[in-house]
């Protein structure tokens, strides 16, 4: 192929390189250029064009990616007619995609004018998803060079889709007193909407207690069976092969395959196997519809592809999925135990609804209504406790003087409720495990309130948060733990955690109170005078 600048009275037969604007003629990229377009092009003063000129031995771009997309494309691939050296193909049924990544090496090492990209080895798919695109660079590659590729592509075809097949899967859930009924049925919403891309059936919905005896026992009846796939959703996470879960696998008569993976979110998985039948022991962050190891693993076996101990081992590079806020950061390290469990007082507010007054330093009951949060903060026996101050910042600070407290002030307070949250817990040591957050206009939220949420949190230290609520619906104060602290840096505007909680689904606790006080605050001289009488 020649390729370079051509007299336009020589140009008949060649491929236009680029596109061509003269007068009222115009020539698209690509073009042959026929005699007719020579002489319009003439006539409108053109006098050289840069154009290609196909050689014997060459294959035209459209002839070449055809023929390459053909051999590449395997099972349930479709690949569409040619167009400027490019064939895209796409999966005609929903399934995981399977490619031969060293074929692909293979072939893109050939030459660079030869190209093709896929989307990643294994990923779920769905049908008229593109998966893979042959492009020819130039316009033109020698039959020499097409001949290579093909021949590094192999006799058996590079890029294909692993169908899903109809499957059952049968799933156990262990309780413990502390998990709620609702987190398991969230869970069970959650593993519905994972079968459906596969057409799935959900054959068993288990709900053992958290043993290895009771749960032996359904891993046995569910191999028994019609369940194709077994999971174990647990109430405590797996950390061990001595652990309930595993342990019960094997009183069942199976085995454990592999325990633990280089994917996260998802370290904690468990690959097993009962007659013929995979179990999978699904880490804690399947409870969640966000992607992490579990999906990986579920929507292989649901393609009919078989997961070994090198398959997760191979799944390091990748492995790392995005950072989602409702598990920020899961390398940061935590403290344990009660004695690092601190308190924030968000206190730098403008409070514009009660007008020219700051109504944190209005009196109720003889002292200002924000003392209350805070001595409640101090009767719980948190430590630290820390004061957020930016409007009146010196009044603030004076009302407070005498009690046992950090200040941390808050230059950005005009920015809304994320500011101060923002800067409270930045000012966190690093030996806190967790955090009390609470409002300095909630003037009746008790020690008793904070305690609770404290206890819950010791109980279920996995939990990113314990929220109070009242009749279902949450309140303040809030409890955030070390692992979210991170995702409060990203917050913005007068929204606080509440976007935090919502993406933390079941990873957040609710302790339910029949006390108005964490729903009660005061934003207006009315709900003052309502507090007064």
């Excluded at 660079?137 to 192999?154: D, M, N």
Aim: hydrophobic residues 45%.
């Amino acid at each position: 192929m020649k390729f370079g600048p051509i007299a336009i009275a020589d140009a008949v037969g060649c491929i236009a390189a680029h596109t061509i604007r003269a007068g009222a003629t115009t020539v698209k990229k690509g073009a042959p250029i026929t005699g007719e377009i020579a002489a319009r092009l003439a006539k409108e003063g053109v006098r050289e064009i840069v154009a290609v000129r196909l050689e014997q031995g060459d294959v035209a771009e459209n002839e070449a990616a055809s023929r390459l997309a053909a051999r590449l494309i395997g099972g349930n691939i479709l690949a569409e007619a040619p167009f400027t050296g490019r064939v895209n193909m796409f999966a005609t049924t929903a399934g995981v995609l399977q490619v031969d990544v060293a074929a692909i090496d293979g072939f893109n090492a050939v030459d660079e004018a030869i190209t093709v990209a896929t989307l990643p080895a294994l990923k779920a798919v769905v049908a008229g998803e593109l998966v893979a695109t042959v492009k020819i660079i130039p316009y033109a590659v020698s039959e020499a060079r097409v001949e290579q590729a093909l021949a590094a592509l192999g006799a058996e075809p590079a890029v294909a889709v692993a169908a899903y097949r109809p499957s059952k899967v049968g799933v156990i859930s262990t309780t413990l007193p502390g998990l709620k009924p609702s987190v398991v049925d969230k869970t069970m919403r959650v593993m519905m909407d994972r079968l459906a891309p596969a057409a799935a059936t959900l054959s068993a919905d288990e709900r053992v207690p958290h043993d290895a005896a009771p749960l032996a026992e359904s891993i046995a009846a569910l191999a028994r069976g019609e369940s194709d796939i077994i999971v174990v959703f647990g109430a405590s996470a797996i950390t061990d092969r001595r652990d309930v879960i595993p342990q019960a696998l094997v009183e069942a008569g199976g085995r454990v395959e592999h325990l633990g993976m280089p994917v996260d979110p998802g370290n904690l998985l468990m690959l097993g196997e009962i007659d013929g039948k995979p179990v999978i022991g699904a880490p804690g962050c399947a409870r969640s519809p966000k992607e992490n190891s579990f999906d990986w693993v579920l929507q292989r076996y649901l393609a009919g592809i078989p997961v070994g101990r090198a398959d997760v081992q191979r799944m390091g590079v990748g492995g790392l999925l995005m950072e989602i806020v409702s598990r920020p950061q899961p390398r940061a390290p935590t403290q344990a135990g009660p004695g690092h469990l601190a308190g924030i007082v968000l206190a730098a507010g403008r409070s514009t609804r009660m007008g020219p007054d700051n109504k944190l330093l209005q009196d109720l009951r003889g002292k200002p209504i924000l003392r209350y949060a805070v001595e409640a903060q101090l009767e719980a026996r948190l430590d630290p406790v820390l004061v957020v101050t930016g409007h009146q910042r010196e009044e603030v600070e004076a009302a407070l003087a005498d009690l046992p407290v950090r200040f941390v002030p808050n230059s950005d307070y005009a920015s809304g409720l994320a500011g101060s949250l923002r800067a409270g817990v930045a000012a966190l040591p690093p030996e806190t495990e967790a955090a009390v957050i609470s409002l300095g206009d909630m003037p009746n939220v008790t020690p008793q309130v904070i305690e609770r949420l404290a206890e819950s949190h010791l109980q279920q230290p996995d939990a990113l948060a314990v929220v109070p609520t009242l009749f279902g619906h949450r309140g303040n104060p809030v409890l955030l733990a070390r692992p979210i602290f991170p995702a409060v840096s990203l917050l913005t505007g007068d929204r606080g955690a509440r976007r935090l909680l919502e993406e933390a689904g079941s990873r957040v606790v609710e302790v339910a109170f029949e006390d108005p006080a964490i729903a009660i605050d005061v934003d207006t001289p009315e709900a003052l005078k309502a507090l007064r009488s």
